[in-house]
């Protein structure tokens, strides 16, 4: 099936208030185009340098997700065109985000992306320290972030049962989260989680954001060039 016919078949199995991002990490200028004209607005990227790459050349109406690990040496590149981080993992983080962000007058939109999974491998925060960075002096003082919400990758098995109880345990902090810290606030409201292999476990769990790949543009060949990938033909 072509980029738009999957797609199409990805969208008309999410309810209204789930978004979808388009993860296109390595993938070719041309292959965000066929989303792009299907009417796909939202793309994810994990790497700071593709993402401005194809910032550049592609449409301005587009939303670029930052989804991958974002070291704070790169925060000055991305903060003037994302439009949300979902990977802040740390207080540090988001500290060089808010100083960035207040250097060139933006408040950045971001969530924190909490440790769900059984596997060491990946990033995130635990609860308490999720409560512990909330509740810092630090982060009260920041005025050019905007939390908007939580991020979260359940572990890759195929144990249904227990990426589902991942996912629900990230949906319940998350619930926590609001009712302790921005009872009041509107935009609160995101739980990213979901991929290609489990985005209709996330959206049954709660999911208001899926980040899916290669369920759309096929597998990635991370053995080719990132030059060659991306450079527009």
């Given amino acids: 099936m072509s980029i738009t016919e999957n797609i199409e078949k990805i969208a008309n199995t999410l309810p209204a208030q ?18 792009y004209r299907w009417g796909q607005r939202a793309f994810g990227e994990n790497k700071v340098q593709e993402l401005i790459r194809k910032q550049e050349v592609l449409p301005k109406d587009i939303e670029w997700h930052l989804i991958g690990h974002l070291q704070t040496n790169k925060v000055k590149e991305v903060v003037p065109v994302v439009t949300l981080i979902h990977a802040v993992d740390s207080l540090k983080l988001l500290s060089v985000i808010n100083r960035e962000a207040h ?9 924190l992306q909490l440790h769900i999974a059984e596997e060491s491998t990946k990033f995130g925060l635990s609860e308490a320290e999720t409560v512990e960075l909330l509740e810092s002096e630090a982060y009260r003082k920041m005025q050019n972030i905007r939390v908007i919400g939580v991020m979260g990758m359940a572990t890759h098995t195929e144990e249904e049962g227990q990426v589902r109880n991942e996912f629900r345990r990230l949906r319940e902090i998350y619930e926590k989260l609001k009712r302790t810290y921005f009872p009041t606030e509107i935009s609160f409201r995101e739980i990213s989680m979901g991929m290609s292999g489990d985005y209709l476990i996330a959206v049954e769990e709660g999911s208001t954001m899926v980040r899916i790949g290669s369920s759309i543009f096929g597998e990635r060949d991370y053995n080719k060039p990132e030059e060659t990938n991306n450079q527009k033909k």
Avoid: Q, W, Y
Wanted: proline residues 4%; neutral net charge; charged residues 35%.
């Fill in 18 to 35: 789930v978004r979808l991002i388009a993860v296109s990490k390595t993938k070719p200028i041309e292959d965000i185009e066929e989303a």
């Fill in 103 to 111: 250097k060139i007058g933006r408040v950045v939109d971001c969530l």
